[in-house]
């Protein structure tokens, strides 16, 4: 059973910055993407930004420029760098693993405030 843990949520001003991140209990390799994904309360899960396992990302319109994804293949680890954030980027942000037409893993999910 595959486990994504995230970390790096919090309260920051709007204009700061966090970065998540997001621990597979195994190789990610075996993940043909990873993604983030951000949800409010009365809304559906959007996805913000994806990485393959060969490094192609796709970020969603609202975020680009300021969200960068990165993975460490040896750490087993995927990052999200949230800069310039604004007060619409609070949500809770879940870690997403997918094998394609096979497997979606998620993980529980960190809260991300940001504060005008």
């Known amino acids: 059973q595959v486990q994504l843990v995230e970390s790096g949520g919090g309260l920051v001003q709007a204009g700061g910055s966090l970065r998540l991140s997001c621990a597979a209990s195994?190789?990610?390799?075996?993940?043909?993407?990873m993604a983030w994904y951000r949800q409010t309360p009365g809304k559906q899960r959007e996805l913000a930004a994806l990485?393959?396992?060969?490094?192609?990302?796709n970020y969603a319109d609202s975020v680009k420029g300021r969200f960068t994804i990165s993975r460490d293949n040896v750490k087993n680890t995927v990052y999200l760098q949230m800069n310039s954030l604004k007060p619409e980027d609070t949500a809770v942000y879940y870690c997403?693993?997918?094998?394609?037409?096979?497997?979606?893993?998620w993980g529980q999910g960190t809260q991300v405030t940001v504060s005008s």
């Open positions: 990485i393959t396992s060969g490094g192609s990302t």
């Open positions: 195994g190789s990610i390799f075996s993940f043909n993407a």
């Open positions: 997403n693993a997918q094998v394609w037409g096979k497997y979606d893993y």
